[in-house]
């Protein structure tokens, strides 16, 4: 939506690992796990498909739109995917990698700033955003700008940044802007 995946990529491809805070977030909502046994204690058994796996179709008809649904999902979710993030964190700092990036859509609401010494925001227009997510997901632009209003507004994420990043100008842009950064992160040398 707003480019992050796209930023991600760029910066793995200069030499950073990079952690998907959404891939994580899903690993924590499989059968067996603590987020299944949480979701399912929360929402109950009609957001399970035939497998048994929470069908997040529905999960997701059920929080989006009601904010005290969404809040109650993240109440339960937020800590889980955070733990488990920081054990990524914590074994790449163990292997010895020099950057790890995370990319997580919701790090601001959820909390997570503390876990990173910089914040790096992608911002667009929520027009472009709308287009990009209705894009990619199939849903509707309603549906799309339904759900990307339940986020932080662009605006309100700025103002915690210590970079932005418009995503709404070409890749080549795009690209030349993270690897200025890039390389005031990595210093001389």
């Not at 964190?89 to 990173?116: C, H, K, M, T």
Request: net charge negative; glycine share 8%; aromatic share 6%.
């Amino acid at each position: 939506m707003s480019g992050k995946s796209t930023v991600a990529r760029m910066l793995s491809d200069l030499g950073a690992a990079v952690i998907d805070a959404d891939k994580v977030g899903h690993e924590c909502y499989r059968s067996g796990t603590e987020g299944w046994e949480k979701v399912v204690a929360a929402f109950g058994k009609e957001i399970l498909g035939p497998d048994n796996e929470i069908d997040r179709a529905k999960l997701s008809a059920t929080v989006f739109g009601d904010d005290g649904t969404l809040h109650k999902l993240n109440y339960v979710m937020h800590p889980i995917i955070r733990k488990s993030v920081e054990e990524k964190i914590g074994q790449f700092e163990d292997e010895g990698v020099g950057v790890v990036v995370v990319e997580a859509p919701v790090l601001l609401e959820a909390g997570w700033s503390d876990l990173f010494d910089r914040i790096w925001v992608t911002a667009v227009p929520e027009e472009i955003a709308v287009n990009r997510f209705s894009q990619r997901s199939g849903l509707s632009r309603q549906e799309a700008a339904r759900r990307i209003k339940s986020q932080m507004s662009s605006q309100e994420r700025i103002k915690h940044a210590d970079s932005v990043i418009d995503t709404s100008r070409s890749i080549g842009q795009t690209r030349a802007d993270v690897e200025k950064l890039w390389a005031e992160l990595k210093g001389p040398g």
